[in-house]
């Protein structure tokens, strides 16, 4: 057994990121010259040496095509929500009737994919057709595997002929930026001695759904819109609180094995996978890294995790609630913030009162949530979210900040003038004496909470599994970049002044907390004690998306986004256009999608059953025989069809008058009697697999 391990733990060192063009590569192709050169702007930012570009190029084309690549692409991540990417050969015709293979430092650089069928929001005109790539090498070129080709992908920006952003990653760069930016004038502040830029990291947990690919296909609903919409919850769920941490089954098991050792070819670090509290859902963690790579490799993990399932006989749902009635999925965004000093300034250390790093990043982030709570909220509204906040274990759309008893205790005490001491974590007592005391953490973990602390980090709840973690972490970055900003600006200024530094921050770290201490919140957010305390407090409850997006519309985000040039106001408006465009098309085709099921798929059924109970309440009638049973079965099956063919009416009207609200609530009637009829109809007859058989089969 000892050898089989320690061959497993070699073949996996060993496949760590051979797949990846990064620093190890670079060393061992690239001149020391070039190299040194390409990882200082990846490490410190900044624009590529063109003198170096050629070379660079080269040696990514030599080490490609040495893994089986044919082909080349800028992989980017245009405002659709998914990844974008436009192979090109390396091949070119040598002028004898053959060909070489080539691939120079403009292709490497920048590319131009056509940009007249990405959403842009009212950026350009749809003739306006022109758009670029250009290479990010903060996150290095991959290598992707089909089944039958190998391509060079190489992560990008894409922007306008004008530069307008018309992706994710370009804004998610600028607040990089803004934040590494207000992060080192902390540090000179703290005095601290640079090592390194500022940056922040990243872990997202990844929520997922698997089901046997034989039921998927049976289901013109998660074909089309991700989701079911119809679906009578099944007698056991996830009641029984079994699935949790349990036993992992061998298909999914084999899934899991293939997904982690693909990520790690990418230089993903996959660290920790398990079943999730509902049946048929999962969950894949990875260690945290630099932000910017962390949401590629979130990104191309969820692609992996389709291509491996299709392997496997499954489908990978990653809708945020792909089944009613249960767990919906999310990615739980894990972020923190190092400091010039190489140093997470978010690790509060034996004692946080003393730590004042910690309680000034602390500090910082509640008064950035609190002041911009909505545009937090804004970042993770979509349709499908829309079901799964505040329900089963999601997050509700009031954006507040857990603390835990420590730290809260700590906030306490500066807001009455001053930290003095730090409550200990303290131990468990087991109480049985083979089993050893174990410490316990300073902060317990709140699940209801949709801004937590976690240790040395924030978890951000509320995202949903499908998106693109990058929305999210722009606002992030820039709202904290703000904070500290603001609180730079007032400590520089008593610094000029010669006042006592300890005590202007300990004047300011007071203030903020006095001034912001409404958002926080330790308890239960789920109880409507809650949601009337939120109320009071004035704190923003946007529950549907077209709500939650007016905060991209307010002057207030305006400003915000302007100041530290992460979004022009054009680019900001353009994004509040797009994801209402996409709520409204979302909506729209999952009512026809449910009118089709409801019209060709469950009245048919419903039908024939109907029929077959009024010709048993013919027959008994005829032989003289009591028949109440089978007339109230009759009537009851009859006053559900209606309800459904009235439904499906009602969707049609509502569809052909471009309502969205109208279509929800036409869905919901049409749904209720459709699983209504679910209960009823003979399970020969019914034409859908169940949540029984989808959740429990595979």
Known sequence: MAKASKKSVSAVEAMYGQNVFGLKAMKESLSKKAYDSLSKTINEGGVIDPAIAGEVAQAMKEWAIAKGA??????????????????????????????????????????????????????????????????????????????????LCIPTVFCGYHGEALDKKTPLLRSSAALAKQMERAGKIFGVK???????????????????????????????????????????????????????????????????????????????????VAPAQFELAPIYERLNLAIDH?????????????????????HEKPFAGVNGSGKHNNWSVVGTDGKNWLYPGSSPHENAKFLFTLVAIIKAVDTHADLLRATVASPGNDHRLGANEAPPAIISIFLGDQLSDICEQIEQGGAKSTKAGGVIAIGADVIPTLPRDATDRNRTSPFAFTGNKFEFRALGSNMNPAASNVVLNTIVAEAIDEMCTVLEADVKAKKDFNKSLQSLLQSIIKKHKR????????????????????????????????????????????????????????????????????????????RTIAATQILPAAFQYQ????????????????????????????????????????????????????????????????????????????????????????
């Open 611 to 698: 029929m077959s109970l009024a010709d048993a309440v013919k027959s008994f009638d005829a032989a003289g025989v009591s028949n109440k049973t089978a007339k109230a079965s009759l009537v009851e099956v009859s006053t559900l069809v209606d309800d459904l063919a009235a439904g499906v009416k009602a969707i049609d009207a509502a569809v052909e008058a471009h309502d969205a609200l109208k279509m929800k609530k036409a869905m919901l009637d049409a749904r209720a009697a459709a699983d209504a009829l679910e209960g009823i109809v003979p399970a020969d007859l019914w034409p859908l697999p169940t949540y029984a058989e989808m959740l429990f089969l595979y």
């Open 70 to 151: 044919t082909h080349f692409c800028h992989w980017f991540q245009p405002l659709t929500g998914s990844t974008a990417e436009k192979h090109d050969s390396f091949i070119a015709p040598d002028g004898q009737g053959g060909v070489t293979m080539e691939f120079s430092a403009k292709e490497l650089i920048q590319g131009e994919p056509d940009a007249s069928s990405f959403p842009s929001g009212g950026l350009r005109a749809t003739f306006e057709a022109r758009g670029y790539t250009a290479w990010d090498p903060t996150s290095p070129a991959f290598i992707k595997e089909g089944e039958d080709s190998t391509t």
């Open 298 to 318: 979130n990104l191309m993990c969820m692609e992996l995790m389709r291509q491996i399932a299709d392997k496997h006989g499954l489908v990978c749902l990653l």
């Open 194 to 276: 640079p090592v390194t830029k500022a940056y922040a990291t990243l872990g997202p947990e990844q929520e997922y759904f698997l089901i046997d690919k034989s039921y998927y296909e049976q289901r013109l609903d998660l074909i089309q819109t991700g989701r079911t919409l119809f679906g009578r919850k099944p007698a056991r769920h996830q009641q029984m609180e079994d699935h949790y941490f349990g036993a992992i089954r061998p298909r999914i098991l084999a899934f899991m094995e293939d997904l982690d050792q693909e990520l790690w070819k990418l230089g993903a670090p996959a660290k920790t996978r398990h079943n999730e």
């Open 519 to 594: 958002v926080l919140f330790n308890g239960d957010n789920y109880t409507e004690e809650w949601h009337k305390e939120a109320e009071k407090r004035g704190l923003p409850n946007s529950k549907t998306t077209p709500e939650a997006l007016k905060a991209y519309e307010t002057e207030k985000a305006i400003k915000l986004f302007e100041k530290y040039a992460v979004l022009t106001k054009k680019e900001l408006l353009s994004r509040y256009e797009i994801y209402m465009h996409n709520y409204k098309s979302v909506i729209s085709y999952e009512a026809e999608c449910a």
